[in-house]
T-cell receptor
């Protein structure tokens, strides 16, 4: 199993550009999430999905869109990049079963917006 | 949303036990207590979780106060590889409403001295 994979590993954008961060998992997990981590801070939940076709907002959803057309993939779209979106982005997946849940995190995407 | 409070940093000598505290005075009855750790330049990794009873696994032990307002992660013999940021997280997944709350705090940076 590859686990949770994220691409790209690093990206530089100019203000106003759009891009999609890719996330895929091969563990057949229903729950997938996107977090951002600013320097010296903990992770903050952007969006999450409880299954294909179902998404919802987390703590900091503004400026980001998500969709979940398959169980495996959960892309995060930046509509119009801003310097405030410079951060490290982590994707995670889990079974969602309350007493057994373990979140598996990807290696992260470092995004710099100039 | 229920929050957690952790010390910013702690130090431990190698081969000695480490007790990492976490306060969560507003925890609800359905919140599981999760601990994750994040090594430098990596995504978080699962350590342990529990609901009411103390828990043990190969990595650590979790001691939960009787009133559930606090918990302690115990590393029985710290090694240099245990140097990381440790996050105490309250996790509530309400399947009946579809909500999914997984709120990270700023964590405790553990330094292990050789």
């Amino acid at each position: 199993n590859a686990g949770v994979t994220q691409t790209p590993k690093f990206q530089v954008l100019k203000t106003g550009q759009s891009m999609t961060l890719q996330c895929a998992q091969d563990m057949n997990h229903e729950y997938m999430s996107w977090y951002r981590q600013d320097p010296g801070m903990g992770l903050r939940l952007i969006h999450y999905s409880v299954g294909a076709g179902i998404t919802d907002q987390g703590e900091v959803p503004n400026g980001y869109n998500v969709s979940r057309s398959t169980t495996e993939d959960f892309p995060l779209r930046l509509l119009s990049a801003a310097p405030s979106q410079t951060s490290v982005y982590f994707c995670a997946s889990s079974t969602g079963l309350a007493d057994q849940e373990t979140q598996y995190f990807g290696p992260g995407t470092r995004l710099l917006v100039l | 949303d229920a929050k957690t409070t952790q010390p910013n940093s702690m130090e431990s000598n190698e081969e000695e036990p480490v007790h990492l505290p976490c306060n969560h005075s507003t925890i609800s009855g359905t919140d599981y207590i999760h601990w994750y750790r994040q090594l430098p330049s990596q995504g978080p990794e699962y350590v342990i979780h529990g609901l009411t009873s103390n828990v043990n696994n190969r990595m650590a032990s979790l001691a939960i106060a009787e009133d559930r307002k606090s918990s302690t992660l115990i590393l029985h013999r710290a090694t240099l590889r245990d140097a990381a940021v440790y996050y105490c997280i309250l996790r509530d997944v309400a399947f009946w409403t579809g909500t999914y709350k997984y709120i990270f705090g700023t964590g405790t940076r553990l330094k292990v001295l050789a």
